[in-house]
């Protein structure tokens, strides 16, 4: 089975979206070249994501991974599977959207994207491991890269650590959860 890689920027204080879900902090950051994210576009066979993350992915201006990843796409969401964009395959259930994803991905790996899909994964335990760009700035309120009140303990052990320009690069894979709410 395809590995699944839970891939996001986020703000050196956590944030992964500002309020109201807003990414528009993203537009302007110096980003250079990353082998990192290169080698990754190469390994991606799928990419799930959700319908929060779809809509700004069937823009004119936005394509999934700027275009340069052209693979089979699974959003979970209610929405009708008649009214999915091309290259987009509307899936009810996360399950079944991962299980597809991983199907299509071959000996690829199969992308995560939007922080709601990736938790809910990672509750799951769907989630093999997690690529995150840590990006010079700090947003101070918004959406957290992971946010479980109450509390959770994700241990993680590192797989890869980087730099490239200004952003700090983080692969870890999935060791271990402890609920502290236990």
């Known amino acids: 089975m395809a590995q699944v890689l839970f891939h996001i920027t986020m703000s050196l204080d956590g944030f992964v979206a500002g309020p109201a879900d807003d990414m528009s902090w993203l537009r302007g950051l110096p980003a250079g070249p990353n082998p990192v994210v290169e080698r990754l576009l190469g390994e991606i066979g799928a990419v799930v994501m959700g319908h929060n993350t779809y809509a700004p992915a069937t823009t004119a201006e936005g394509e999934v991974y700027g275009g340069r990843v052209r693979v089979p796409v699974f959003v979970v969401t209610r929405d009708d599977p008649a009214s999915a964009e091309p290259g987009f395959t509307f899936e009810p259930d996360l399950r079944t959207a991962v299980a ?35 990006a010079p700035i700090l947003l101070g309120d918004g959406v957290r890269l992971f946010d479980h009140p109450g509390g959770t303990q994700i241990r993680l052990q590192p797989v890869e650590l980087s730099t490239a320009g200004d952003f700090g690069t983080f692969r870890y894979r999935f060791a271990s959860v402890v609920d502290s709410r236990a």
Do not use: F, I, K
């Open 100 to 134: 597809s994803a991983s199907s299509a991905a071959g000996n690829g790996c199969v992308a995560v994207l939007g922080p709601t899909t990736a938790r809910r994964c990672l509750e799951a335990g769907l989630l093999d491991e997690v690529l995150v760009h840590v």
